[in-house]
T-cell receptor
Framework: SQQGEEDPQALSIQEGENATMNCSYKTSINNLQWYRQNSGRGLVHLILIRSNEREKHSGRLRVTLDTSKKSSSLLITASRAADTASYFCATDATFNYQLIWGAGTKLIIKP | GAVVSQHPSWVICKSGTSVKIECRSLDFQATTMFWYRQFPKQSLMLMATSNEGSKATYEQGVEKDKFLINHASLTLSTLTVTSAHPEDSSFYIC???????????????????FGEGSRLTVL
């Protein structure tokens, strides 16, 4: 099931530029996670932000969370061609191990 | 991080045959595994939650008799697509969480570890 909406659906930028993707959700959450999926592959966990956190960094990734607006953003700085992938947000609303997935943003980095 | 192995990576079969996909947690135990289906350019659709030693919990609209799930051990779950038809062609992905609190990241954060997916093509 999906509760998240991500925008944009697709994003194409030049290598070196920053990429920003947004995710909105509907219910209260315990945490929100971002995953990356290369074409035809499984998903890789990128970063998790808890509901009591507002911002988190991991390398070139910066995630923000606004629980009042029920939204999150993922910023990838200094993009590289290898960042080309689809990015999904997933919310953890309960502790039953199920995540609720957004529709994903397809990111293309042009060399 | 924890590793989940999924096999086969791709399979082509004739209509009417059954196909089994395996999902293994290689270095951790997983009481619960998840099976997803993904259509081209779309998000993950949760099919069922696989529970070790008990029946799987299927999402609404997913046929239990069509997609048989067996979770016989803490490291292995299998999905069998029975009497496959062309409309069953899809990308199937499994995932699991490390059950041991604090082992992989210092707390039970809820991170999922995914297999590489299995692409099924039914002719």
């Amino acid at each position: 099931s999906q509760q998240g909406e991500e925008d944009p659906q697709a994003l194409s930028i030049q290598e070196g530029e920053n990429a920003t993707m947004n995710c909105s959700y509907k219910t209260s959450i315990n945490n929100l996670q971002w995953y990356r999926q290369n074409s035809g592959r499984g998903l890789v966990h990128l970063i998790l932000i808890r509901s009591n956190e507002r911002e988190k960094h991991s390398g070139r990734l910066r995630v923000t969370l606004d629980t009042s607006k029920k939204s999150s953003s993922l910023l990838i700085t200094a993009s590289r061609a290898a960042d080309t992938a689809s990015y999904f947000c997933a919310t953890d609303a309960t502790f039953n191990y199920q995540l609720i997935w957004g529709a994903g943003t397809k990111l293309i980095i042009k060399p | 991080g924890a590793v989940v192995s999924q096999h086969p990576s791709w399979v082509i079969c004739k209509s009417g045959t059954s196909v089994k996909i395996e999902c293994r947690s290689l270095d951790f135990q997983a009481t619960t595994m998840f099976w997803y289906r993904q259509f081209p350019k779309q998000s993950l659709m949760l099919m069922a939650t696989s529970n070790e030693g008990s029946k799987a919990t299927y999402e609404q609209g997913v046929e239990k008799d069509k997609f048989l799930i067996n979770h016989a051990s803490l490291t292995l779950s299998t999905l069998t697509v029975t009497s496959a038809h062309p409309e069953d062609s899809s990308f199937y992905i499994c995932s699991a969480r490390d059950q041991i609190v604090g082992r992989t990241s210092g707390s039970n954060t809820g991170e999922l570890f995914f297999g590489e997916g299995s692409r099924l093509t039914v002719l």
